[in-house]
C-alpha cells in the first residue's frame, strides 16, 4: 500500500471505532446496515458456530466411523452456491486423507459433468449429501431424483435410504423428505445462518468430516480468529484483522477501487471460488459493489486497470507468486498479503472474510444477508421450462448470426463471430468489466481455451474478465451482475450436449421425465439472458454447436495468438 491508500484505510478504521461497528455487530444491531431487521436479525448465527459445533463432533466422527466400517469409498454431494463452495475448498486444500471418503461435488445441470462423474462411482460404496438450507433448490433437487433413481436401479429396495444424507434447516421440504424415505441421517443446521456464511457449520463441517479433515484443529483455528476478531481497538494500530480487512475493502471501493483481484498459493486456489460468491452476493445490489476476481491467469503489471486491489493469499513454502506481487507493488497498486503457516489457518480466513465483508457492507451502504435479484432469474427459467413443456421449444429466436460451429445472439450485425465481440466491447472503458458465463462442459480443454480468451479480453481491454460456469455462477455472482452499477459487459456461451443428455425423473421412484438436464441447463442461460436485459445489460451469447474449444479460439483476435505463441 502507498501513503494514499495507507490514509484512506486508517480513515475507515477511525470511522470504524467511532461508530462501534465491531461491539454492534457482536450484538446483532441490524442499524449496520438497515433500519428495518428483516433478513439481518435472523441471518447472523455464523458469528457462533464455533460455540456449537464442537459439541456436534462425536456425533460427526461416529458417522463417519460408520461409513468406514461398511466400505463406504466416496461420497457426492449434491448442492449449490454456500452449500458446495466451501465443501470444495476442503476436498481440494486438503485432499482425501487415508481410509476417508472421496469427495465429489457436483454443482451442475450439466449432463457431460455428471455423467462423468457417474462413470466413477461405484454404487455399492457410494454415499450422497443432498445440501441444501431452503430445501428447495431446483438445481439440487434434480440431482437428487436423478440419482435416487439411479440407486434404486443399482440397489435393493431396503437399501437405498441408507446411501443418502441430508443437511438442511429445520423444517424445510427436504427436512421431511428425509425423514420419509428413511435417509441414515439428517443433519440440521442452525436456520439463522446465511448460505454464503456457512462454511464453518454443519454445511461444511460435514463435507470436511468426510474427506478426513481434523474438525477439532480447524475450529480451535476458527475459535481463535472469533476471539480476536471482537477486538474494538482499532485506532491507532489495529488489533482485529477482520476489521482491517474489512476497512481495506470498503475504504478501496469509496475510492473506485472496486475490482478485488485474489491471487493465491497453488495449494490455496479453490479458495477463491468461496470467497467470490461470499463478496459478490454480500455487496452487488443497490447499485453497488465489489467485484471479486478469481483464478484469474496472471499478467504483465500493465494489463491491469487502476481500479484493482490485489490479495495475495499466500501459504508458507509456496512462493511462486512473489516476484509478480512485488512487480505490482512496485508499480503502485494496492497489496494486502495475508501469510498462511498451514492449510488450517483458512479456517481463520473464512471468518475473517465473513466479518470482513459484513463490515466492508456497511461502508458502502447495502444489506450483506440477502439477494434480491437472485429470484428473477429463478422466475424467468420456470418460464421457459414452463413453455419447453408446452411447445417442445425453449425458444423460437433465430441467430443474429451463424457459422458451422457457432450461433450468436445479440450481435449487431457484425460479418463473424470474431467481429461481433470486437464490436461489443470497443466501448469497455477500463473501469468496466467483463463477465464470461460459461453454460458448458466444465472440461480441463474448454477451460483452457476461456482462461486464454480472459488473458485477451484483457489485454485488449484492460478490464477485469471474470469466469464462472452456469448455474454455479448464478448461486454466486449472478446476484452483482443485475445488482451493482451495470458496468459489467456479458458474454455467454451455450451448447448442446456434447456426448449424452440425462433425464431428470419429475418425481421420487418415478421413471416418467419431462425435462432433461440439458434443457434445463439452457432455459437457465435463457432465463438469466433475459433477466440481465431487463436491467439493462449488455449481452451476446455465443452458442457452440461443435468442438467447444476450438470455437472459443476462433473468436480471439490472431495478433494476441501470435503473440503469445
Request: hydrophobic share 40%.
Amino acid at each position: 500500500m502507498n501513503a494514499q491508500h495507507n490514509e484512506w484505510i486508517t480513515q475507515t478504521l477511525q470511522k470504524l471505532q467511532r461508530e462501534r461497528v465491531i461491539s454492534r455487530l457482536w450484538a446483532h444491531d441490524h442499524t449496520l446496515w438497515s433500519s428495518e431487521p428483516t433478513e439481518i436479525s435472523n441471518r447472523l448465527g455464523w458469528l457462533h458456530c464455533t460455540e456449537w459445533i464442537p459439541a456436534r463432533l462425536h456425533q460427526l466422527n461416529a458417522f463417519v466411523k460408520g461409513l468406514q466400517k461398511e466400505n463406504y469409498r466416496q461420497a457426492v454431494l449434491l448442492g449449490m452456491g454456500g452449500s458446495s463452495l466451501a465443501p470444495r475448498v476442503f476436498r481440494r486444500v486438503f485432499g482425501v486423507q487415508k481410509i476417508f471418503l472421496d469427495l465429489h461435488v457436483l454443482d451442475t445441470t450439466d449432463p457431460d459433468t455428471i455423467a462423468a462423474v457417474e462413470q466413477q462411482l461405484d454404487y455399492t460404496k457410494t454415499i450422497f449429501i443432498v445440501s441444501t438450507k431452503s430445501g428447495g433448490t431446483v438445481e439440487t433437487f434434480s440431482l437428487f431424483r436423478y440419482f435416487y433413481n439411479r440407486c434404486r436401479s443399482e440397489l435393493s429396495q431396503n437399501e437405498v435410504g441408507g446411501h443418502f444424507i441430508a443437511i438442511t434447516d429445520p423444517g424445510s421440504t427436504l427436512a421431511e423428505i428425509a425423514e420419509n424415505l428413511r435417509f441414515r441421517a439428517l443433519f440440521l443446521n442452525d436456520p439463522n445462518i446465511g448460505g454464503r456464511y456457512s462454511a464453518l457449520s454443519l454445511f461444511g463441517m460435514v463435507p470436511a468430516a468426510l474427506v478426513g479433515v481434523d474438525l477439532h484443529t480447524l475450529l480451535e483455528q476458527a475459535a481463535h480468529a472469533v476471539q480476536i476478531s471482537q477486538v474494538e481497538s482499532l485506532f491507532p494500530e489495529c488489533q482485529n484483522p477482520a476489521a482491517m480487512l474489512g476497512a481495506t475493502l470498503g475504504a478501496m471501493a469509496e475510492h473506485g477501487i472496486d475490482k478485488v483481484t485474489f491471487l493465491a498459493s497453488p495449494s490455496l486456489e479453490s479458495f477463491g471460488d468461496w470467497v467470490e460468491q461470499l463478496i459478490a452476493e454480500s455487496s452487488g445490489k443497490s447499485g453497488k459493489g465489489i467485484l471479486p476476481v478469481v483464478g484469474e491467469p496472471m499478467g504483465k503489471p500493465e494489463e491491469y486497470g487502476l481500479d484493482r486491489l490485489f490479495v495475495y493469499l499466500r501459504l508458507d513454502g509456496e512462493p511462486e507468486l512473489d516476484d509478480l506481487t512485488i512487480a505490482l507493488q512496485e508499480r503502485g497498486y494496492p497489496i494486502l498479503t495475508i501469510s498462511l503457516a498451514g492449510r488450517y489457518n483458512l479456517a481463520e480466513q473464512f471468518f475473517y472474510w465473513e466479518m470482513a465483508t459484513a463490515i466492508a457492507c456497511h461502508l458502502i451502504g447495502v444489506n450483506p444477508f440477502d439477494q434480491p435479484n437472485v429470484e428473477e432469474t429463478k422466475a424467468l427459467t420456470r418460464q421457459f421450462v414452463a413453455a419447453f413443456k408446452e411447445s417442445g421449444k425453449l425458444s423460437t429466436r433465430k441467430p443474429d448470426l451463424e457459422t458451422d460451429s457457432i450461433e450468436v445472439f445479440g450481435s449487431d450485425g457484425a460479418p463473424t463471430p470474431q467481429a461481433a465481440l470486437h464490436s461489443f466491447l470497443q466501448d469497455a472503458s477500463p473501469s468496466a468489466y467483463i463477465a464470461i458465463q460459461a453454460y458448458l462442459p466444465e472440461t480441463s480443454e474448454v477451460n483452457q481455451s476461456l482462461q486464454f480468451l480472459r488473458q485477451a479480453l484483457r489485454r485488449q481491454t484492460r478490464c477485469a474478465v471474470t469466469l464462472g460456469y452456469g448455474p454455479r455462477y448464478l448461486h454466486s455472482t449472478g446476484q452483482l451482475h443485475k445488482g451493482d452499477a451495470g458496468e459489467g459487459y456479458f458474454l455467454q456461451f451455450t451448447c448442446a450436449p456434447q456426448v449424452t443428455d440425462l433425464p431428470i425423473p419429475d418425481e421420487v421412484a418415478s421413471p416418467h421425465s419431462s425435462i432433461s438436464f440439458g434443457t434445463l441447463k439452457l432455459a437457465q442461460a435463457l432465463g438469466d439472458q433475459q433477466a440481465l436485459l431487463n436491467h439493462g445489460r449488455r449481452v451476446l451469447r455465443f452458442h457452440i454447436k461443435k468442438d467447444i474449444p476450438s470455437a472459443i479460439s476462433s473468436l480471439i483476435p490472431t495478433s494476441f495468438v501470435e503473440n503469445s505463441s
